[in-house]
T-cell receptor, first 113, second 113 residues
Framework: RKEVEQDPGPFNVPEGATVAFNCTYS??????FFWYRQDCRKEPKLLMS???SGNEDGRFTAQLNRASQYISLLIRDSKLSDSATYLC??????????????FGTGTLLAVQP | DTAVSQTPKYLVTQMGNDKSIKCEQN?????MYWYKQDSKKFLKIMFS???????INETVPNRFSPKSPDKAHLNLHINSLELGDSAVYFC????????????FGPGTRLTVL
């Protein structure tokens, strides 16, 4: 089983739609969670961290369910510029020199005009 | 004023050759990383360094040798290139290990013929 699993998509949605991505992780002891965004042929960039209580940044809402080992990202009012691959990222430890980021394979979003 | 830079951006070479990729960050970060993103877009850590010291070595073949001459630079030398080494290699940096935010370079697209 992969450490971080995502539906690869693609998700093709019209502008203005609401779209949700899900992600599951296998290590129940994982401590930190993130969504990164990667545009085509570009580097990944942090979109947002995911907190236990859920958090929102403008049109983006992230949720964490530790019991189900499940992370979600909701994008409201999709824009053409939201088209990208969304990477679910998990950090197994709370900190420490040997901690690392484990990336999912990403979910491709294509927002259509 | 690029934060994390890599050279070269593209590298096309024959099997069996030796090549190097260079990375520099001007963010004053203490931790640097090399990641490999394969053709399936799976992004996986290869190495991490903290203040020039190797911290993480993720079962990478010893044909890959990272070197950190100072904490702003992390280079990757690859000996005896194989077809399977074809991928995009990303350098990244962060002030501290995860969960601290990582900033990625633009990537080096390596093609081995």
């Amino acid at each position: 089983r992969k450490e971080v699993e995502q539906d690869p998509g693609p998700f093709n949605v019209p502008e203005g739609a609401t779209v949700a991505f899900n992600c599951t992780y296998s290590n129940s002891a994982s401590q930190s969670f993130f969504w990164y965004r990667q545009d085509c042929r570009k580097e990944p960039k942090l979109l947002m961290s995911v907190y236990s209580s859920g958090n929102e940044d403008g049109r983006f809402t992230a949720q964490l369910n530790r019991a189900s080992q499940y992370i979600s990202l909701l994008i409201r009012d999709s824009k053409l510029s939201d088209s990208a691959t969304y990477l679910c990222v998990v950090s197994p430890q709370g900190g420490g020199a040997t901690n690392k980021l484990i990336f999912g394979t990403g979910t491709l979003l294509a927002v259509q005009p | 004023d690029t934060a994390v830079s890599q050279t070269p951006k593209y590298l096309v070479t024959q099997m069996g050759n030796d090549k190097s990729i260079k990375c520099e960050q001007n963010l004053g970060h203490d931790t640097m990383y090399w990641y490999k993103q394969d053709s399936k877009k799976f992004l996986k850590i290869m190495f991490s360094y903290n203040n020039k010291e190797l911290i993480i070595n993720e079962t990478v073949p010893n044909r890959f040798s990272p070197k950190s001459p100072d904490k702003a630079h992390l280079n990757l030398h690859i000996n005896s290139l194989e077809l399977g080494d074809s991928a995009v290699y990303f350098c990244a940096s962060s002030q501290d290990p995860p969960p601290d935010t990582q900033y990625f370079g633009p990537g080096t697209r390596l093609t081995v013929l």
